[in-house]
């Protein structure tokens, strides 16, 4: 008959076994040590008188190859658990990067586009203003301003001079509204082009950023290439802010200047209340004083007296 060890195929899967002190090893060692001592003994009788020599055995080298299946098979069944775990990350893994068939269906969007301005022009006097509002630009601006706004003519330096302190003083502020509403004019008219004019290459990015959003490339749903079109996205938002703040800035200054033009306005009427209310007696004894003379040097009679 023949003697050995029996083989033992492991599960695919199996919890970890608990760990095991030394003695307890030993122990194992001696029970397999007594249930396989009788077998040797009983296999050496029945031997042919041939082979009738016994045979050694280190019940030592027997323990310790019963340690070491112990600790490979441990081995293997961590290996086994260590392979699920890590199919397990790599569906999840897979999963996460597919998008879903239908998001650019149930979330694609078409927004409004800044358009080129157009109108017609009769005199052709506008083509300045509406190549400054689709172009932008300073100088396309100032020639907007020169060729469709009416322009003040320089007041004759010998006609100011002769205007007495609060008339010149008057004459100048008219000066300054106008000047200051033709920059901030301009100031706008540029602005306003120069954003027109960037549109459409903000809409093109906008269109690659909603293109890559709801792709359903692998590549693109990464966890770095959804990190890029986050990062994109914040800022397209923060300089589509900025035209915003410049739009309201402009506007402010347009308020501003209009702002001045009623101050001025109820400035100038207080100024000729205080006038009026200064040199009305002087005013009133000229006028009723001529009168005055100009009824006595009437005379009604027929000799002149």
């Not at 194992?28 to 008188?49: D, E, N, Q, W, Y």
């Amino acid at each position: 008959m023949r003697v050995g060890l029996l083989l033992v195929q492991a599960p695919s899967y199996r919890p970890r076994r608990p760990y095991q002190a030394p003695i307890a090893k030993k122990e194992i060692a001696v029970k397999s040590l007594r249930i396989l001592c009788p077998i040797f003994l009983l296999a050496t009788l029945l031997a042919p008188a041939a082979h009738a020599q016994f045979a050694v055995f280190d019940a030592t080298n027997y323990a310790t190859a019963l340690q070491e299946f112990g600790q490979l098979e441990q081995m293997y069944t961590t290996a086994v658990e260590t392979r699920d775990q890590i199919i397990s990350a790599y569906n999840l893994a897979y999963q996460m990067s597919q998008m879903p068939q239908d998001m650019a269906m149930r979330y694609g969007s078409q927004f409004t586009s800044w358009t080129d301005l157009a109108a017609p022009d009769t005199y052709g006097n506008i083509a300045a203003w509406i190549n400054a509002l689709n172009l932008g630009g300073q100088t396309q601006a100032l020639a907007a301003y020169t060729s469709s706004v009416i322009q003040a003519q320089p007041y004759p330096a010998s006609a100011l001079a002769a205007q007495d302190a609060a008339t010149q003083a008057t004459i100048q502020n008219q000066y300054a509204t106008s000047e200051l509403a033709q920059g901030t004019t301009t100031g706008t008219l540029a602005t306003l082009g120069t954003i027109r004019s960037n549109s459409e290459a903000l809409a093109q990015k906008l269109a690659n950023l909603d293109a890559d959003t709801y792709s359903t490339d692998p590549s693109q749903q990464s966890e770095m290439a959804v990190l890029g079109k986050i990062n994109t996205a914040t800022l397209l938002q923060i300089h589509s802010q900025q035209d915003t703040n410049q739009i309201l800035a402009a506007s402010v200054q347009q308020q501003l200047v209009a702002q001045k033009q009623q101050i001025d306005a109820q400035n100038r009427a207080i100024n000729e209340a205080i006038y009026f209310q200064q040199n009305f007696p002087n005013v009133m004894q000229q006028i009723t004083g001529g009168v005055s003379d100009s009824i006595h040097s009437i005379s009604l009679s027929p000799n002149g007296h």
